[in-house]
């Protein structure tokens, strides 16, 4: 299921028309993490259907060929913070009442619904982890390459919303440490937890960082029109990850720092 050309451990699957029978039947697995869903809010909007089939049926796929070939396999869902819409108070707990707002958020939601019913039914480990918005290297979408795309075409940079809109950012190596505690620590029972830095950052701030990071004088101006399916402010309630051991290391100015020394070399 990882398109890694260079090692011999890999499968490629058609996510569009995936079959996962043959994989799970003929390997054991110890935890397979699901990475394989879309991850675009305006895309699902254009294309619910195959949000659907990315988001949705692909999870009931896998879960399905677990329960069949290796019911001992553990599994984690990557869900999103999307499943919270706007949410009423904030930091946002796990309990909070999902409310989303777009096909994608709908369909995160539907996808921890299915994990839920693979656990209560047939006893399969399931784990979805709503994370917020993840970024560094290799992300070559969302706000920070968009910002960085904006730039390379001109120093004056129009931008949605107003500013204001707020974001709990995490760093992808603070993603992947939150990831391996979950794997060690938690029950597994269909359980779900925030995987964020726990801290709100205001768009207007983190887009300053980040053009203070590139080469050039950038001047940004938000228009103040809103996107359809964008959230306006999220912090996450990080305390069931924080009791795992987990605890952010990486602050926005260090994680985009390193997010702009790979867009030097790559973008």
């Not at 254009?46 to 290796?70: G, S």
């Not at 969302?142 to 910002?147: A, E, G, P, T, Y």
């Not at 990080?238 to 020394?261: A, N, P, R």
Request: hydrophobic share 35%.
């Amino acid at each position: 299921m990882v398109s890694d050309y260079v090692t011999q451990n890999y499968f490629t699957v058609d996510a569009t028309n995936a079959n996962f029978t043959d994989i799970f039947e003929k390997h054991i697995f110890d935890v397979c993490i699901n990475c394989s869903g879309a991850a675009s809010v305006p895309d699902s909007i254009k294309n619910p259907q195959r949000d659907f089939a990315l988001n949705v049926l692909n999870v009931y796929k896998q879960l399905d060929a677990i329960r069949k070939y290796n019911s001992k396999c553990k599994y984690i869902n990557f869900s999103s913070a999307a499943v919270y819409g706007n949410p009423k108070s904030l930091p946002i707990k796990e309990d909070a009442i999902a409310n989303p707002i777009s096909p994608y958020g709908y369909h995160k939601k539907m996808a921890e619904d299915v994990c839920e019913v693979f656990h209560e039914n047939y006893n399969v480990s399931t784990c979805s982890l709503r994370v917020f918005s993840a970024y560094g290297p290799g992300l070559q979408k969302q706000l920070f390459w968009d910002l960085n795309k904006k730039a390379s075409n001109s120093n004056i940079v129009d931008l949605f919303g107003t500013g204001k809109e707020s974001r709990d950012f995490i760093y992808i190596t603070d993603l992947l440490k939150a990831v391996n505690l979950v794997i060690l620590k938690s029950k597994f029972n269909a359980e779900i937890i925030n995987v964020a830095s726990g801290k709100e950052l205001y768009i207007k701030d983190v887009v300053s960082v980040f053009y203070s990071l590139i080469n050039g004088e950038v001047n940004f101006n938000f228009l103040g029109q809103k996107r359809e399916g964008d959230p306006s402010n999220w912090k996450a309630d990080i305390s069931k990850i924080e009791g795992y051991g987990f605890k952010s290391e990486f602050s926005i100015e260090e994680g985009l720092k390193e997010y702009v020394k790979w867009l030097n070399v790559n973008a």
